[in-house]
């Protein structure tokens, strides 16, 4: 009888280990499924914010010159819409947006909605034909060069010399934009984010700007001239900002890469 009581008993541990060990596994195949769903789910995400940042969005409201109604469209969506930004030969072709302060936009697409990609904007301080001495537009620097993710491209050489021109469009009228300069500085440096820069205090901006620059070209630049600055963030150091700094102008440039004469 004992024997048999031993048996029973053993019998009983083997069954209660197994389904034990049975369920230790069903609950590490749970939390390695949730884990995968999880992380299915933030790589899917993800994806979204890519593909809602990426230009090609908003390339059916871009201005032409023989069609400005589709870009009406996008300002009737969100009348805070007011421009147009094309660097040639990058992936920046975005509308321009201004808020009352510059926190909206962080976070609020083009057409005003939600979205943790924001848009492009204008520092709230300047005015939007970028009259004023200097200009500052922002936006997140977001992997596969979304929004104004490829600035930090400038800092090679001949990547600086080939990509030398934009255009700029506002009012119902298209500007150049001539690149000059390249620069990384501290989010905090108020002497470079100096949208307040009187006319006859661009000379001497001026020269601040070349003191910082990690690619620039010579060019002479006058207390009349009007400068636009292309902020975002750099991923080299805590604070620290990629500027491209061009010069607003009347003559209007050719998209030599759109045309197939430049690689």
């Known amino acids: 009888m004992r024997q048999e009581r031993d048996s029973g008993m053993r019998r009983t541990v083997h069954l209660a280990v197994k389904l034990a060990d049975g369920a230790v596994s069903l609950t590490i195949l749970g939390i390695f499924l949730a884990m995968m769903s999880y992380g299915c789910y933030m790589l899917w995400d993800a994806r979204q914010i890519y593909a809602i940042a990426d230009a090609s969005v908003y390339t059916v409201y871009r201005p032409a010159p023989d069609d400005t109604e589709s870009f009406a469209e996008l300002q009737a969506i969100n009348p805070e819409v007011f421009g147009w930004l094309t660097v040639y030969g990058t992936s920046i072709d975005y509308p321009l947006t201004q808020g009352e302060d510059n926190e909206k936009y962080v976070n609020t697409d083009a057409k005003g909605e ?55 469009f506002s009012g119902g009228q298209n500007y150049g934009v001539e690149f000059l300069v390249y620069l990384e500085t501290d989010a905090y440096d108020t002497c470079v984010y100096a949208p307040d820069t009187a006319d006859e205090e661009l000379p001497d901006y001026v020269r601040r700007i070349y003191e910082l620059a990690v690619r620039s070209r010579q060019a002479v630049v006058s207390e009349n001239d009007h400068l636009i600055l292309l902020s975002t963030c750099s991923a080299e150091r805590t604070n620290g900002r990629c500027i491209l700094v061009g010069r607003v102008t009347e003559e209007t440039w050719p998209d030599l890469f759109s045309e197939g004469e430049e690689e």
């Open 114 to 168: 939600y979205s943790l990609s924001g848009s492009i904007f204008l520092d709230s301080r300047n005015q939007q034909d970028f009259s004023d001495s200097v200009s500052i537009l922002y936006g997140h620097d977001m992997v596969e060069k979304k929004m104004f993710g490829g600035l930090a491209d400038f800092a090679d050489e001949a990547y600086f010399q080939s990509h030398r021109y934009g255009n700029l």
